[in-house]
């Protein structure tokens, strides 16, 4: 069964304390819709300008990527150009031009009305609610989301939690959507808002889900001690879960044991997107090596027992 | 087997955003030494003045720890005094009296001088040092520190690790100590410092354990909502690993497996620990609420394999 997956698709400048690249690939849809393609089908929705490179659309055409929601329109694709400080953690957003983002529309086609999953990738809420009108019952759906909607359309946030299963964010901007101090208390906080799960993403702190009644996982961070491009690395993270989701639990109900498995495998694809920019490390990743540092992830969490 | 430990006992004043007690028993052996008691006979080495309640030394002398290394002297007991702000997580300290403290040399009886395991808890490193001198041959020797001694003592710090088989210290620490960014960087260069096995502590964010050859395990924390009082955390961690160390590896080396179930049960016990102010709730835990938060740990860190 295909993931739907609706994001931004985006041309990034971004500079690091080592390297500067310019015209990358990038935006959440992009990041998310490769990394989920590692697991299954994917519907992409989405917007590009006609200066968008034929190589982008070759790279995910290769992949089991349907790109009958991808709209090509006159004018220039989004464009975000950010820095990296040293600790390559926090960073500077340089400038965005929306360009052919600021008018979009997603219309999804006919064939993409029934997903089972959807991931609403890191766009507006509104955005994610139009997208939310066009679909059928879907089994699962999980929105990830950013400060930026926190700060400025938190309402229109708000309202979609009600319509999710799930919310991915991460540790500040949960702390920035309850007031919660605590990382237990703001998780919680965000569930008894609408989602019956929330994953707190930590950067090299691992990430936490919240299930029903109390349900806990505390999911370990792979120790990288390289950090090449950390763009993409949260939309990296929804796909392969979202992916992950779709494919393992097709037809049945999802369960927190399958979200568990889900949240390290969206951990395995982020792991490997920060090694290199843009998708150059991701769009190379192979079975093999996502079931290798799975088992991995598995080894460095496992203690024995009392 | 004993656990052989040295370090501070101390009456804090401690403030936090909602509560402020005075008077309170404190110090990184008093910690260390009720945490280990769990596990195994307690060998203290330690000084107090003549105003240090009869109290604590009753509760002391109650668990399985042996005074005959504890110092009462003419003059105060060392005194701290701290707040912790709105977040639980930065600490200011208000004043400090090393009282007898100032003038402590550690000697120890004769009856502690051949220990299996050694915690040197946090204090002065040329006091850690001056233990060291005086046991034969321990099996195993562990570490903690701080950054006052960072940033005072480095010098006689970096050669205790060459003494020791392992450091425990926190995030911030690891990386004031080694200049590195990355906790995964950072851990691996305290190991070229001289200890083997090097604990890292993340507060909120579990426990990074970097072992020989790349071993590396990743504790999750235990998912607190409300910390009271977050002093003493760091002891009651090292004192809670050395104990179980003492008594689960008696007689045969301490192995990388051995020392995961330490971390975790030195998260176990801290996590008790913050539930209340000074040593309330250390002192009432027992084996079968330790047994029970160790299950959970497991449970929080468990997810099906692939």
């Not at 500079?15 to 697991?39: D, I, M, Q, R």
């Not at 086609?109 to 609403?120: D, F, G, K, T």
């Not at 890191?122 to 699962?140: C, Y």
């Not at 990288?224 to 989701?245: C, M, S, V, Y």
């Amino acid at each position: 069964m295909p993931v739907l997956i609706v994001g931004s698709i985006a041309l990034d400048d971004i500079k690091t304390p080592l390297a500067e690249h310019l015209n990358l690939l990038g935006g959440s849809a992009s990041y998310g819709a490769v990394s989920a393609s590692n697991f299954c089908p994917v519907l992409l929705v989405g917007i590009v300008g006609e200066d968008f490179p034929k190589e982008h659309i070759e790279l995910l055409k290769s992949r089991q990527i349907d790109l009958d929601g991808l709209q090509i329109v006159p004018g220039k694709t989004f464009r975000w150009s950010g820095e990296y400080m040293w600790d390559m953690n926090t960073r500077e957003t340089r400038s965005v031009e929306l360009n052919v983002f600021e008018h979009f529309t997603p219309v999804l086609p006919e064939s993409y009305r029934s997903p089972s999953i959807v991931l609403l990738a890191n766009i507006a809420p509104d955005l994610q609610h139009h997208v939310l009108d066009q679909v059928a019952s879907p089994r699962f759906v999980i929105a990830d989301t950013m400060d930026l909607w926190i700060n400025i359309a938190k309402d229109s946030l708000i309202r979609l939690l009600g319509r999710v299963n799930m919310l991915i964010l991460n540790d500040g901007e949960a702390r920035q959507l309850t007031g919660a101090t605590s990382l237990i208390k703001a998780g919680r906080a965000i569930q008894a808002l609408g989602p019956q799960y929330v994953a707190i993403k930590k950067g090299e702190h691992g990430c936490l889900l919240f299930g029903k009644k109390g349900q806990f996982f505390s999911c370990p961070a792979y120790p990288l001690e390289d950090i090449h491009d950390p763009t993409g690395a949260g939309d990296t993270f929804a796909g392969g879960l979202a992916g992950f989701l779709a494919r393992d639990t097709e037809g049945r109900d999802v369960t927190f044991a399958a979200l568990c498995q889900a949240v390290v495998y969206g951990s395995v694809m982020a792991s490997y997107n920060v090694e290199a920019f843009s998708l150059e490390r991701l769009k190379t990743v192979d079975a093999p090596q996502i079931a290798e540092r799975f088992a991995l992830f598995q080894k460095i969490s496992r203690f024995d027992q009392a």
